[in-house]
C-alpha cells in the first residue's frame, strides 16, 4: 500500500483543550503513532475487542466526533478517530496528499494499533478513502463501513448524482487561495443547515486551518478529478450509507452500486449531520451495529 508501518507508539499528552468541540471535559486521550513516514495523531477512549474507528472529512480533525465517543463508549466500545495525513495534528507533508496515499496510511494505521477487525467510519472525503483502500491489493478488510455524506468523487454527470460540479471546485480552490481564513469560515458554516454555536464554529475553523493550503487544494483536486465509482462494487462487508436529506438521491445511487447495503436519511441536518443530529446519528449506527 506504500508505506510500512514505524516502530513504536508514542503518547502525547495535550494538556490545553479546545472550546466547542473538546469542551472542558474531554473524554478521551490523545496519542500518536509512528506510521511509516509519518506521526500520525489520533484520540481514544474505551477498552475491548469492539474497535469503532471514525475518519474525519477534507480538512478536519478527530475532535469532530466529539459526539460520538462518549456515547459508543458507554455501550462498550473501544472508540478511535483518526487525524488523516496532512490533518489536525498528524505529520503535514509536501507530498503524499491524495487519497490513496491516505488508503495506504490507512492500511498502515489499522495493522500497527493491530485492529484487524473493526468497524470503520468515514465521513465525506474519507468514504473516497475507504473507497481507495477496499479495492485495493493489501487490505485488513473492516468488519463492516459507514459511510457518512460522501461518494465516490468524480464530476456530475447525467448518471451520477453525486459528481462535482468544477465551476464550484474552482470557486473553493480560489477562494482558499485568496484569504484561507474567510473561505474557511464559510465553509464550515456551511457544514450545517441550522445555526450552531459560535464555539463549534470557531473550533472547527481552527481544526480546518490547520491542514496547510495547498494541501487542501491538491486533496481538492483530487477529490473533482478521479471518478471512482467502480470502486463501490468492491465493498462486500456490511455497510450502512448515512446521508442528509439533500444528499439523498447520492445515497440511493451507491446503495444500488453496494451490494446489500442500507440507506439511513437524516432529516433537518446539513452536511455535518453527526454534529448537527448526534442523537438521530447516533440511534442509527448504534441500530446497524447491533445486527
Same mark, same amino acid.
Given at each position: 500500500?506504500?508505506? @510500512?508501518? &514505524?516502530?513504536?507508539?508514542?503518547?502525547?499528552?495535550?494538556?490545553? +483543550? /479546545?472550546?466547542?468541540? #473538546?469542551?472542558?471535559?474531554?473524554?478521551? @486521550?490523545?496519542?500518536s503513532?509512528?506510521?511509516?513516514?509519518?506521526?500520525?495523531?489520533?484520540?481514544?477512549?474505551?477498552? $475491548? =475487542?469492539?474497535?469503532?474507528?471514525?475518519?474525519?472529512?477534507?480538512?478536519?480533525?478527530?475532535e469532530?466526533?466529539?459526539?460520538?465517543? !462518549?456515547?459508543?463508549? #458507554?455501550?462498550?466500545?473501544?472508540?478511535?478517530?483518526?487525524?488523516?495525513?496532512?490533518? $489536525?495534528?498528524?505529520?503535514?507533508?509536501?507530498? $503524499?496528499? /491524495?487519497?490513496?496515499?491516505?488508503?495506504?496510511?490507512?492500511?498502515?494505521?489499522?495493522?500497527?494499533?493491530?485492529?484487524?477487525?473493526? /468497524?470503520?467510519?468515514?465521513?465525506?472525503?474519507?468514504?473516497?478513502t +475507504?473507497?481507495?483502500?477496499?479495492?485495493?491489493?493489501?487490505?485488513?478488510?473492516?468488519?463492516?463501513?459507514?459511510?457518512?455524506?460522501? $461518494?465516490?468523487? &468524480?464530476?456530475?454527470?447525467t448518471?451520477? !448524482?453525486?459528481?462535482?460540479?468544477?465551476?464550484?471546485?474552482?470557486?473553493?480552490? +480560489?477562494?482558499?487561495?485568496?484569504?484561507?481564513?474567510?473561505?474557511?469560515?464559510?465553509?464550515?458554516?456551511s +457544514?450545517?443547515?441550522?445555526?450552531m454555536?459560535?464555539?463549534v464554529? &470557531?473550533?472547527?475553523?481552527?481544526?480546518?486551518?490547520?491542514?496547510?493550503?495547498?494541501? #487542501?487544494?491538491?486533496?481538492?483536486?483530487?477529490?473533482?478529478?478521479?471518478?471512482r465509482?467502480?470502486?463501490?462494487?468492491?465493498?462486500?462487508?456490511?455497510?450502512?450509507?448515512?446521508?442528509?436529506?439533500?444528499?439523498?438521491?447520492?445515497?440511493?445511487?451507491?446503495?444500488?452500486?453496494?451490494? &446489500? #447495503?442500507?440507506? @439511513?436519511?437524516?432529516?433537518?441536518?446539513?452536511?455535518?449531520?453527526?454534529?448537527?443530529?448526534?442523537?438521530?446519528?447516533?440511534?442509527?449506527?448504534? =441500530?446497524?451495529?447491533? @445486527?
Amino acid at each position: 500500500m506504500g508505506t @510500512k508501518a &514505524g516502530s513504536i507508539l508514542i503518547p502525547v499528552l495535550i494538556l490545553s +483543550l /479546545t472550546t466547542g468541540l #473538546a469542551g472542558a471535559d474531554k473524554q478521551w @486521550k490523545d496519542v500518536s503513532v509512528q506510521v511509516g513516514d509519518i506521526k500520525t495523531h489520533y484520540i481514544e477512549a474505551g477498552t $475491548g =475487542d469492539r474497535h469503532l474507528l471514525f475518519i474525519p472529512g477534507l480538512m478536519m480533525n478527530a475532535e469532530v466526533w466529539k459526539e460520538q465517543i !462518549p456515547y459508543f463508549v #458507554a455501550r462498550g466500545f473501544h472508540v478511535i478517530a483518526m487525524d488523516p495525513r496532512s490533518q $489536525g495534528l498528524s505529520t503535514k507533508t509536501e507530498t $503524499g496528499n /491524495t487519497y490513496h496515499q491516505h488508503a495506504a496510511d490507512l492500511h498502515a494505521f489499522l495493522e500497527r494499533l493491530k485492529l484487524e477487525h473493526c /468497524t470503520v467510519v468515514g465521513w465525506a472525503a474519507a468514504v473516497v478513502t +475507504l473507497l481507495e483502500y477496499v479495492s485495493s491489493p493489501e487490505v485488513l478488510l473492516p468488519d463492516r463501513l459507514i459511510l457518512v455524506n460522501g $461518494g465516490p468523487g &468524480g464530476l456530475n454527470d447525467t448518471d451520477y !448524482p453525486g459528481g462535482f460540479v468544477m465551476k464550484q471546485a474552482r470557486e473553493l480552490a +480560489l477562494a482558499m487561495e485568496d484569504d484561507r481564513p474567510k473561505a474557511a469560515e464559510a465553509y464550515v458554516r456551511s +457544514l450545517f443547515k441550522s445555526r450552531m454555536g459560535e464555539p463549534v464554529y &470557531g473550533a472547527l475553523m481552527e481544526g480546518s486551518l490547520k491542514t496547510p493550503t495547498g494541501t #487542501a487544494v491538491a486533496l481538492l483536486f483530487d477529490l473533482v478529478t478521479e471518478d471512482r465509482r467502480s470502486a463501490l462494487a468492491s465493498i462486500t462487508v456490511p455497510t450502512l450509507i448515512i446521508t442528509s436529506q439533500d444528499r439523498q438521491l447520492l445515497g440511493e445511487y451507491m446503495q444500488s452500486k453496494i451490494p &446489500g #447495503a442500507q440507506l @439511513k436519511v437524516i432529516e433537518d441536518a446539513g452536511h455535518a449531520v453527526f454534529l448537527e443530529r448526534p442523537q438521530a446519528f447516533n440511534q442509527a449506527l448504534e =441500530d446497524f451495529l447491533s @445486527k
